[in-house]
């Protein structure tokens, strides 16, 4: 995909996000015009900036037709390959990380995540990639569980359960 | 006078006991750690350590958590300059600024300015703070929600440059901020909007963190992951007792902006509703909008760092004011002290100056020396943060993309935000690679509520009047005001056409 | 200061925890304590004071974290505990959205009456308010003359539609025949501020977020809207004794969500009444000006609860939920 194809996707997706906004606002039965004494309505606000919003992607349309966006001139590849590996990868991991937080807990995702990174990203050696993997989790829960008092995503009851019996060992030796 | 200077001297000698210098430390140091965690400013770590502060008297209490939000103040810079992820709302301006200048190998000297633009306005602030805090909380009390509306598009006419070269796309991008500062439940009507999906979650809103921590923290990462293709780091800085003087002779291209953002900050953050956000986005607009290079903002410098870093230390002292005169939060870092205060026994309020005088000095006086405290810890820490731009990228990126996560988990405790702020992520990365600016839309979210609640507030009061916002008289000087900043530059330019013309011409 | 800390904890756990340990159930990880407004106003003062006295007095072998879910009027943290059904470890402190919003907000499918009742820890009541510049008006009856002539240009300053005050305040319209104009503003506090800057012309506000302004003389009260006069305010009148039948209160309890166990029912409600009795919540109840004799739970709050959210669904009828919603 060149650059000016993905300039013309985006314009259209926009367009039709800010056409859909409209639509949420005006279907949510919410006044958008000028309430008599009272001022703007509700939905006032969002529809019309809405509305901003779709002719600001129609101009972004016209101006792609035209060949005035420098975007609309280039026709280099939009992710060229050897980034959209390296990019899809990363913000893959990122998905990885909150999925696994959802059923395996939030410690053990990091481990995964670290040693993902650091061992088959980085090629760094074991020794470093353990203490990464190890020493994230343990910088985490020192500083969010113990000293502000968060309580992260623990995942399925059965991971919830493992970590409850490992934290309980702080209440009872240091409480 | 001379009863202020007593108060002052007993508020000073009340900061120097042994036990609260200790807290002011221990807090400016606490404040700092939490501050540059990128999600975690001032309100986790005051919310989290107020029942700590039952254990010592309050006026060593509220010391200690001055303390900690003045660290968190100077510490929301640290993330912005070296990580490019703002920690906390007002520290968006700085990133504009300082993420350039890291990249540049320059992270040192913008640390440096940072330090000392917060140290000034932090001291510019308490001072005005001492000598006028009576006269100001009755001039705040002026302040109506026709007047902050007025501030709104001041603040607004402020950024007018902000802005990229394509305008279509920079006006998408500032009114997709507005529009979606409006996704949650209106308090004004009290009826549901833009609840996609019927998500109930939806009904909180998009916080602001959620947004600029998404676009900063993970579309940032994925574009700068794309640029070096993961290779090239940003250039290492060795620093040495000669650079560091030298960053420290740097100060004379930024004191103007300093002095500028110190008194404009204080002045808004005295306003009950603004805070510190739009003191240090104000503070930068018209820092560039009267640069003699205004081209060079955004750019790495200098003065862009330094004029919000002042602005938002000295409107943090500011929105003190409104606290402690009138027991009205200016920010909800303060709301929670002001609940802290509640349990501690004492009644904030108009009596708090006279019932309990020697809280009140005693606070002040601490604000002096965790002033002080902060700039030497900060500028003897830069070689650690700086340390921070010397990791391989494979290690830096999953210590960023946690943060991210747990930062943005931290703020609200719920999944659904940081779902919220991977989509945010990746699409403001697809978008910027178009040419669509990012910080517009980050803008619009923080001012977007405030302007949109302030409007209809008025209107509504004015029954649908509009004529209100010009027949009352400070909102007519600052909606002049912001006509003239909004013309200013077209102003300028035309001047400098023709200068140039009468030059060709001779 | 370790050590103090150390010694305060462990002499306070000797004498208060002793009979709490004799209970079978304890929670096993921390509460989540969700309050169903934002930081800094009322509801999130009370949670973290009673969060603070927990920590302090070493009530609980896990902390308590407070949590705000403020999003949609208390529509996020209602929807939150009906989602926790069966949790032991999750209560939430309430304000009268606990009744509202599920009556406003319909599509929410909540029954407020399937909560697990756990304590109510405090009634809090409303005052009318004006500012002291007003020297016309003295009294309820002045009051009422005032804003008859003003008529729409009267303004009253509310912490949001559909929130108590609103509630409040279509109640005054509908019982004296005028309408104003109600102007939302985002918490008390503001509210407060505007008042007293003259930015609007009346509120009613709970003596909490007004107290301080009118020791300091910058408002005053006109009638309190609780079936007998407070002590803090031995001389303004009840509405009652004006023949004007309103009287509202704000219950500020604290629930479980549906189906807890009823060992862990058990131990909140004894850590709550510990809470209760406790000096330090008796002496923020009367500098505050909240009412707390005696705190209300099991059966009998479960009765309270269905008697308001009956109440509150008749007055909603009553007044029309288009004059609480503003449009």
Request: proline letters at 6%; aromatic letters at 10%; a negative charge.
């Amino acid at each position: 995909m060149t650059v000016r194809t993905a300039e013309l996707l985006m314009a259209i997706t926009t367009l039709l996000v800010s056409l859909g906004l409209m639509l949420n606002v005006y279907t949510d039965d919410l006044s958008i015009g000028w309430v008599r004494g009272r001022g703007p309505g509700a939905g006032m606000w969002p529809f019309w900036l809405s509305a901003g919003m779709a002719l600001a992607s129609v101009a972004t349309l016209v101006r792609w037709a035209q060949k005035k966006t420098p975007e609309s001139r280039n026709t280099d590849p939009y992710i060229s390959r050897d980034t959209i590996f390296l990019v899809s990868i990363s913000a893959g991991s990122v998905l990885a990380l909150l999925i696994m937080m959802t059923f395996i807990g939030t410690y053990l995702a990091l481990v995964v995540f670290m040693l993902f990174f650091v061992r088959f990203m980085g090629r760094h050696s074991w020794p470093m990639t353990l203490g990464f993997a190890i020493g994230t989790p343990i910088f985490v829960y020192l500083l969010f569980e113990v000293a502000l008092t968060k309580y992260l995503p623990k995942g399925l009851p059965i991971f919830e359960d493992a970590f409850l019996w490992v934290d309980n060992f702080r209440y009872e030796w240091f409480y | 006078m001379e009863t202020v200077l007593v108060s002052l001297g007993s508020g000073l000698l009340e900061a120097f006991q042994p036990l609260n210098l200790m807290m002011i430390f221990a807090g400016c140091l606490a404040g700092l750690f939490v501050g540059c965690m990128p999600g975690l400013g001032s309100v986790n770590g005051v919310a989290i350590l107020l029942p700590i502060t039952f254990l010592v008297p309050p006026t060593t209490a509220i010391i200690f958590l001055a303390a900690l939000y003045y660290g968190a103040m100077y510490g929301g810079a640290i993330s912005s300059i070296t990580l490019g992820i703002p920690g906390a709302s007002t520290a968006v301006a700085t990133v504009f600024d300082g993420r350039p200048m890291a990249q540049q190998g320059k992270a040192d000297q913008a640390l440096m300015a940072a330090a000392i633009a917060s140290f000034i306005g932090g001291t510019v602030s308490i001072i005005l703070f001492t000598l006028f805090a009576p006269p100001l909380a009755a001039f705040a009390l002026k302040f109506g929600p026709q007047e902050e509306f007025a501030l709104m598009l001041l603040a607004f006419a402020t950024f007018i440059g902000l802005g990229g070269d394509d305008i279509p796309k920079t006006i998408f991008s500032i009114l997709l901020g507005l529009v979606l500062a409006a996704v949650g439940f209106d308090i004004i009507s009290g009826s549901p909007r833009l609840i996609f999906f019927d998500m109930v979650e939806f009904q909180r809103g998009i916080g602001f963190l959620v947004l600029a921590i998404g676009i900063y923290g993970i579309g940032e990462m994925l574009w700068t992951l794309e640029t070096t293709s993961g290779k090239v780091q940003m250039h290492n800085v060795k620093i040495s007792m000669s650079r560091m003087k030298e960053n420290f002779k740097q100060i004379r291209q930024y004191i103007n902006s300093t002095w500028l953002g110190s008194f404009l900050g204080f002045f808004v953050g005295t306003l009950p509703a603004a805070g510190a956000t739009p003191a240090a986005l104000m503070s930068y607009g018209l820092s560039k909008t009267f640069s003699k290079d205004p081209d060079s903002f955004g750019k790495g410098n200098v003065a862009g760092v330094a004029a919000p870093e002042a602005a938002n230390n000295a409107a943090s002292t500011g929105s003190m004011l409104p606290m402690i005169t009138l027991g009205i939060p200016g920010s909800p870092t303060t709301a929670i002290l002001l609940g802290g205060m509640i349990i501690w026994g004492l009644r904030p309020g108009p009596l708090l100056f006279t019932e309990s005088p020697d809280f009140v000095w005693g606070l002040i006086g601490s604000m002096y020396v965790a002033n002080a405290v902060t700039v030497v810890l900060n500028i003897a820490l830069i070689p650690v943060f700086i340390r921070v731009l010397a990791m391989p990228f494979t290690l830096l990126t999953p210590i960023i993309f946690t943060l991210c996560v747990l930062g943005v988990f931290a703020t609200t405790d719920r999944m659904f935000d940081t779902w919220i702020m991977l989509i945010i992520g990746i699409v403001g990365y697809l978008m910027r690679k178009l040419n669509y600016p990012v910080a517009p839309a980050v803008l619009a979210i923080v001012l977007g509520p405030l302007a949109e609640r302030s409007l209809r507030q008025s209107l509504i009061s004015a029954q649908g009047d509009a004529t209100t916002f010009i027949t009352r008289p400070i909102s007519l000087v600052c909606i002049c005001l912001a006509l003239a900043l909004v013309l200013f530059p077209v102003v300028q330019r035309i001047l400098r056409k023709r200068k140039k013309a009468a030059e060709s011409r001779a | 200061m370790n050590t103090f800390k150390l010694l305060v904890a462990s002499a306070s756990a000797l004498a208060l925890t002793a009979p709490a340990a004799l209970a079978e159930w304890q929670p096993k990880k921390p509460v989540e304590f969700i309050i169903m407004a934002g930081t800094g106003g009322g509801a999130d003062q009370i949670a973290r004071l009673l969060q603070g006295l927990i920590q302090k007095k070493d009530l609980s072998p896990r902390p308590f974290i407070p949590i705000n879910k403020p999003g949609g009027s208390g529509a996020e943290a209602l929807r939150y505990m009906q989602d926790k059904a069966g949790d032991n470890h999750t209560v939430m402190m309430t304000l009268n959205s606990f009744y509202t919003t599920p009556i406003i907000q319909e599509d929410l499918g909540i029954d407020v009456t399937e909560f697990t009742p756990i304590g109510l820890m405090a009634m809090d009541t409303f005052l009318l308010w004006v500012n002291t510049d007003r020297e016309d008006i003295t009294d309820l009856d002045s009051f009422n003359a005032a804003v008859s002539e003003a008529g729409k240009n009267w303004k009253v300053g509310g912490t949001g539609s559909g929130q108590e005050d609103s509630v409040l305040t279509a109640m005054m319209e509908a019982e004296f025949g005028y309408d104003v104009t109600y102007i939302p503003f985002p918490g008390g506090g503001t509210v407060a501020k505007n008042l007293v800057g003259n930015q609007i012309d009346s509120t009613v506000n709970n003596p909490a977020e007004q107290m301080e302004f009118w020791r300091a003389g910058n408002t005053k009260p006109l009638v309190q809207f609780s079936a007998e006069r407070m002590p803090a305010f031995p001389d303004v009148p009840t509405a009652k004794e004006l023949g004007v039948e309103i009287e509202y209160y704000m219950q500020r309890s604290v629930n479980g969500p549906p189906d807890m166990d009823p060992e862990a029912v058990e131990w909140y409600v004894n850590l709550f009444q510990e809470l209760f009795d406790s000096e330090e919540w008796q002496a923020f109840c009367k500098s505050d000006g909240l009412t707390c004799e005696k705190m209300m739970k099991g059966e009998d709050l479960a009765t309270f609860h269905e008697n308001q959210k009956v109440a509150h669904e008749k007055l909603i009828e009553k007044v029309g939920a288009g004059a609480i919603t503003g449009e």
